[in-house]
């Protein structure tokens, strides 16, 4: 019978870790993450991943973005940074390591940035993640050079921030600072991205590129 009910518990624990790899839930524990370390700040060089500078994320003249004055660290980054710090128009995306859709993703999202990325800004945000590590060589393994923040302890989950309901999902900010709709994510082409950005601000971003 003790074994029975040591083998229920395990069982249980990891279909709790399997549900929760793509939910927007906190870690129940005491969380303790640190994506700062100079190991992680050396790995997110050499994989060439763009640190976070508030004064790159305005392409333009938008106004700041509406979202939480919430201090965040910068995955691999000495120098963190709020999403209040963004400026419109922009798109944010939420990842993990953990979370499959988000690995299909991220490529189609890095060329996006890669086409678009001076009409507007790119930023991700490794959200519940407590493996910084395993976040930064996802990033490298897809590709991604467009800076994340981290919470990997949810805190804006606290602020009251509208987020989504599992990852990934996207936030777009409009040029007034005002924000969409949390968006689910899953896109598996640049050309999904620039559907949405049309859908969610209004803005042609081929038509742009055509004129310019």
């Not at 969380?31 to 190991?39: A, F, L, M, R, Y």
């Not at 924000?179 to 969610?200: D, M, Q, R, Y």
């Amino acid at each position: 019978m003790r074994r029975r009910l040591v083998a229920l518990f395990v069982a249980l624990v990891a279909a709790g870790v399997l549900l929760t790899g793509c939910d927007s839930v906190a870690p129940a524990f005491a969380c303790k993450v640190d994506p700062t370390t100079p190991d992680l700040i050396k790995d997110r060089e050499a994989a060439g991943i763009a640190d976070c500078t508030p004064a790159d994320w305005s392409v333009g003249d938008g106004a700041a973005a509406q979202l939480p004055d919430v201090a965040l660290d910068c995955l691999g980054g000495a120098k963190g940074a709020a999403l209040s710090d963004i400026h419109g128009p922009a798109v944010i995306n939420f990842w993990a390591s953990n979370c499959a859709p988000c690995r299909k993703e991220m490529p189609a999202l890095q060329k996006f940035y890669e086409k678009y990325g001076d009409q507007i800004s790119v930023i991700g945000v490794n959200y519940l993640d407590t493996y910084p590590g395993a976040a930064i060589d996802l990033a490298r393994m897809t590709g991604v050079t467009y800076p994340s923040l981290a919470d990997g302890c949810g805190d804006l989950q606290d602020t009251g921030a509208a987020l989504g309901a599992g990852l990934p999902f996207f936030l777009f900010v409009h040029e007034d600072g005002t924000i969409s709709k949390p968006h689910a994510g899953g896109i598996t082409s640049p050309a999904e991205v620039v559907a949405l950005v049309n859908e969610n601000l209004g803005l042609d971003l081929t038509a742009a590129r055509a004129a310019s």
